[in-house]
């Protein structure tokens, strides 16, 4: 994915940190819990300028400009921090990397580790053993240290330490807080549905995804973190990977814009908050099975059904579209990608999204 928005590609890397949530206790014998709070949150914004930067200018993070800036790209400068404080040890608030660790551990996508180093300072970082910002074939440790607070170093490694064991690395480049929830021992916190909504921009999405997470729960489906957050009626289906009947997942305001060429498209262009917007995904097969149920319901429930969509961008070619009858209407949905009817969810009508998933599953 092409990135041209800093804006949006901190939307993508980064998780908001709440005004409070929980620090294990191993996280805190050399430090207290405010000047924690204090200095993982000052690590948040250096990797937010980061990933704005780099998307600004990317040339001088040495990328060049003919170069296309992909998704994974910004995080250059946030990997060079990860492989460095996973290949040292803090004493007295400095970061004593292992030059021979860090060869091991270098990967070769990570290029112009010189540039790197040298930009990393305007952000605060100070480096002591390098020459003209590479290191020395002959130095076996550099020094890594951070003035402004030195606690920044500190949670750095414990950071990255927790997502090294874990294999992590998405949840240090995105700053994570629940890495530090549980015990350096477990990582847990990505069992459930907290994951999902932690990535969310809007209270109102949050509330929603938890409520619908509990009517479905009680309903007996089972649910997990794929492409999105999925439902099954069958825990084998799950493990399978096999079809789902709900899916939560998050959606740019173009992408929706452009798909949905029906009533739709005035909602997702109604909403003000960020850019990207939650979706529910239902799996209807049978239109016809809920027609009747339909007449009962809200109008949002029914522009659900209103309209066609561009889909796959040819409809007379799709193999897995379906045509079907609306209200004296005739209309076609893909679903290439995904299910064929989808919506901007609200709590109040959850028990209308789960009657109509279970009388049209079925074909």
């Keep these: 994915m092409e990135i041209s928005d800093p804006e949006k590609t901190c939307e993508i890397f980064l998780i908001n940190i709440p005004n409070s949530f929980d620090i294990h206790s191993d996280f805190l014998t050399c430090i ?6 204090v200095a993982f949150k000052q690590i948040w914004h250096i990797f937010k300028n980061i990933y704005e930067d780099v998307t600004t200018n990317q040339y001088e ?8 800036l992909y998704a994974w790209t910004p995080y250059r400068p946030v990997s060079l921090l990860y492989l460095l404080s996973i290949s040292g040890v803090i004493k007295n608030q400095i970061l004593i990397v292992d030059t021979a660790a ?33 290191i020395p074939k002959t130095a076996s440790t550099i020094k890594i240290c951070y003035p402004d607070n030195p606690n920044v170093i500190t949670i750095l490694k414990m950071m990255a330490d927790k997502a090294y064991r874990y294999n992590k690395v998405n949840d240090f480049n995105s700053c994570y807080f629940r ?6 021992d ?60 709900f ?20 909602l997702f262009a109604e909403i003000k908050h960020n850019d990207q917007v939650l979706k529910l995904c239902l799996r209807i097969r049978n239109v016809d099975k809920c027609l009747d149920y339909l007449k009962q319901c809200p109008e949002p429930i029914k522009n659900i059904f209103r309209g066609s969509d561009r889909g796959c961008g040819d409809s007379s070619y799709c193999d897995k579209g379906m045509n079907f009858n609306f209200e004296g209407n005739t209309y076609w949905r893909c679903s290439c990608c995904n299910a064929m009817f989808n919506c901007l969810p609200e709590i109040e009508n959850i028990p209308h999204y789960i009657k109509l998933v279970e009388l049209g599953f079925k074909s």
Aim: charged share 30%; hydrophobic share 30%.
């Design 186 to 245: 477990t990582a847990n916190y990505d069992k459930g549905v907290d994951v999902f909504c932690d990535r969310l921009n809007a209270q109102q999405e949050k509330d929603f995804v938890y409520a619908f997470d509990k009517s479905l729960k009680e309903k007996g489906y089972f649910g997990h973190e794929r492409h999105g957050y999925s439902y099954y009626a069958k825990e084998s289906t799950m493990k399978s990977k096999g079809t789902y009947h």
């Design 32 to 37: 207290s819990k405010n000047d924690f709070e």
């Design 247 to 266: 899916k939560l997942e998050r959606l740019s305001k173009e992408t929706a814009q452009y798909l949905y060429a029906n009533a739709q498209a005035s």
């Design 179 to 184: 890495l530090f929830t549980e015990d350096m």
């Design 61 to 68: 993070f040495g990328i060049p400009k003919k170069i296309k």
């Design 102 to 134: 860090f060869n091991e551990v270098k990967t070769k996508e990570l290029k112009n580790i010189h540039i790197l180093f040298e930009r990393l300072q305007d952000y605060g970082f100070i480096f002591e053993g390098l020459q003209k910002f590479r």
